[in-house]
């Protein structure tokens, strides 16, 4: 006999004894399908999570970092001296370039908890207002919906220009109408809108109160320099800069902090916050809430094999006589053992099969229903499935192992 005729009649065979025990089998296979398609199910909400939380870490620039006075410092010459500790030449030696780790750099100006009436025509809206450079929306990852950033000129010029985000654009001009040109007032002043930045969403980090300060959607930028000048002050409450990368985050920190701090005769202390430390902690999350999952997905798939390990053990002892007989008219050991494991390879693959079956679909319907990109990779469909398979071999290893090691003339005395 050929080897592909040898494994045809195993194949054959095992079809034959699972049809005998159709129920049993079945129920076999609903067990491993369920365990499967929790391991799916754990991959899609994992892969979800992911998708959800990155995209709004996204919103801030992931390579981000932020620079200010620590007001949480403990000498107390140190914390009885008023104001940030940042003024504009600092700002104009960092991007000088005395930081090699800083890439981009902006100055924020800000009026903590104070949000402004503004008014165009006889609509009016209220939002926060911030007064930034020209690289700021490049480094907090901005996209402008229409018109421009700001430039060098409205820095330096001082000059009334806004951009303002999609709710006061809402408010004061409808969500359709452009509004490139048009004067808006900010209590007194007079500033030409230059452009209009694109919705972001933070809702998540909103909701479990993780970094995101203001309504991002619910904000006007315009230069730095005419908010000081409006404030009367000079000061810049914090340096948002670009790293390099991802991994210089930390030194882009320390080095714009010992560059204000020799500026600064040790007057002041600093302290600096990167995304990196969001990413950080974000992952670690995920990866704690996957595991709990995969513990999950494992106990469903250990009940499933125990199912396999039951139904194949029962079935040993139902066809003790008929392992008897086989051995008695020449089938080896080996035979007898591919037979049985055969039998519970194939249930656990058509659970896994069926498993699959759901938890795609199940995958596609939150992608839908979310408009996340929630499609099953073809890693985790090949993980999946290689796993049912592992089970059903673990699983029914013992009972065919029993069956094969039985004495032929013991088996078919068995009644």
Known sequence: MTVFGYWR????????????????SLLS??????GITAVMAVGTISKGG??????????????????FRDRQDK?????VRKGTGIDNDDYAVVRGGCCPAVSRVSPVVYDFGKRQLIRFGNRYSNASVEGVG????VITNDILALGRSFRIQDEERRRPVAIIGPQPHADLFGASQNPIGKEIRIGPQKYTVVGVLKAKSRGFLASIGSAGGQDANNRI???????????????????????VSQDEADTAVRQIS????????????????????????ATRI?????????VAAAVSLLVGGLGIMNIMSTSVLERTREIGLRKAIGARQRDILLQFLAEAVFISTLGGVLGLMVGTLASYGLALATGFPLAPSWAMIVAALTVSIGVGMLSGYYPARRAALMRPVVALRYE
């Open 9 to 24: 009649d195993i194949a054959a065979q095992a079809g034959w004894a699972l049809r005998d025990n159709a129920l049993r």
């Open 29 to 34: 296979v609903v067990g491993i399908a369920v």
């Open 50 to 67: 992911h998708y959800l939380v990155f995209s709004e870490l996204e919103t801030f620039g992931l390579k981000s970092v932020w620079i």
């Open 75 to 79: 000498d107390p010459h140190r914390a």
């Open 134 to 137: 020209s690289e700021y929306t």
């Open 221 to 243: 930028l315009i230069p730095y320099t005419l908010y000081q000048q409006q404030l009367g002050k000079k000061e810049i409450h914090w340096l948002q800069a670009e790293a």
């Open 258 to 281: 010992d560059t204000l701090t020799r500026r600064h005769g040790d007057r002041y202390a600093y302290k600096g916050e990167t995304m990196a430390q969001y990413i950080d902690t």
């Open 286 to 294: 995920l990866q704690g809430v996957a595991l709990i999952g995969v």
